[in-house]
């Protein structure tokens, strides 16, 4: 029987040589529709979202080489609606704007890109910029003819606007001043973490900010064989182990660039260094048990694994006290997580991520 390691070193392989030349031919058109929007503003936070989060819809589009997953459709859908969501953090971000309506008008481009019963609603209503060409229209359209052609997509739609719902809430919040936003959403998050009692609200906060869930469901409703069953097993993986480690390492590489910027990071509310591995290592092990119990267990272990290699081979990773820390994350991932991260290494070196 193959190795998790070679299984997930044919993927690896795959990805770079199937998936990620597919992810750039995608960003290249988004790109050169960007161009074309009439405001500046927008234009300039369309094109950034893609140049500078490139890498968002390399990893993504991991899930492309799902089993049941057709490649190519699968990589539309993904940089699509990963490009909305880089796009609206940065309307969000980047343009000195609190207003929450606004965050929130913006944020239904994604639920809507997720369920084509709506019409397309005017997603600047609330916000100062408007004139993007149908440039966030165009992204909506994109997704919509994605998810129409998938043979299960009935037994997954609910639970990917309930995802996407927590992801818009927690945009709407953690955009806001810095004096109410925190207070706004632990209040929130507060609301749900009955339901994740292993976890606390600022975790929640983070397992939110991922769109990992949306992806896997996407894939896995290519399998006309799909259940209900299978269903609430990837969402017991993903959310919040998963979706959770995704962005806790995110937040993780970025903390001092946060500090500096005065930027929002869900693992400054750790006590300590220390503790933050202890909960990182946590979702680590919690991501891996129930990758086991699963359809294709393989794949999400590779996933996880692939999470641990791309985040922690960033240079931030081994800056000062982080790399006595990172170097304890990929080791508990297992042997086969440092074989990727070695390779993930050497493929920043080379400039492909």
């Known amino acids: 029987m193959e190795s998790r390691c070679d299984y997930g070193l044919k993927l690896v392989y795959k990805l770079l040589a199937e998936v990620f030349p597919l992810v750039s031919l995608e960003l290249e058109a988004w790109s050169s529709l960007a161009s074309s929007i009439q405001d500046p503003l927008l234009g300039k936070q369309a094109l950034a979202s893609i140049a ?96 129409s052609e998938l043979p299960s997509y009935n037994l997954v739609k609910d639970t990917i606007k309930k995802y996407i719902g927590l992801y818009s809430d927690l945009q709407a ?19 749900y973490t009955g339901q994740y009692d292993e976890i606390s609200g600022w975790e929640f906060c983070a397992a939110s900010g991922s769109t990992l869930g949306i992806f896997v469901l996407f894939a896995a409703a290519a399998d006309p ?40 990071n869900f693992t400054f509310y750790y006590d300590n260094p220390k503790q933050c591995e202890e909960r990182l290592s946590f979702f680590i092990r919690k991501a891996l048990k129930h990758c086991s ?10 996933v996880v694994r692939g999470l641990l290699a791309m985040y922690l081979s960033d240079p931030k990773a081994s800056d000062g006290m982080n790399r006595r820390t990172s170097r304890n994350l990929v080791k508990a991932g297992g042997f086969a997580a440092g074989t990727y991260y070695s390779i993930c290494r050497f493929i920043r070196f080379s400039g492909m991520l």
């Not at 994604?110 to 992204?139: C, H, Q």
């Not at 119990?293 to 590779?302: C, K, L, P």
Request: charged content about 25%; some cysteine.
């Open 52 to 147: 500078l989060k490139k890498f968002h819809a390399q990893g993504g589009s991991a899930y492309a080489l799902y089993p049941s997953a057709d490649l190519k459709k699968s990589v539309i859908f993904i940089v699509s609606l990963q490009t909305i969501s880089d796009y609206l953090d940065n309307l969000c971000d980047r343009s000195g704007i609190t207003d929450e309506k606004a965050f929130r008008q913006l944020h239904l481009s994604m639920l809507e890109a997720v369920d084509s019963e709506p019409g397309i609603s005017d997603y600047y209503l609330y916000y100062p910029y408007k004139a993007d060409n149908n440039y966030l229209k165009r992204l909506v359209e994109k997704c919509r003819q994605c998810v």
């Open 293 to 302: 119990g699963i359809n294709h267990g393989r794949f999400h272990e590779t």
């Open 173 to 191: 919040y953690k955009h806001l001043n810095p004096e109410s936003r925190e207070k706004l959403l632990l209040e929130w998050a507060n609301g």
């Open 225 to 264: 064989r799909l259940t209900a069953g299978d269903v609430a097993k990837l969402e017991s993986a993903y959310f919040p182990w998963i979706c959770g480690l995704h962005i806790l390492l995110d937040y993780y590489i970025d903390a001092r660039e946060d500090i500096e910027s005065g930027d929002l």
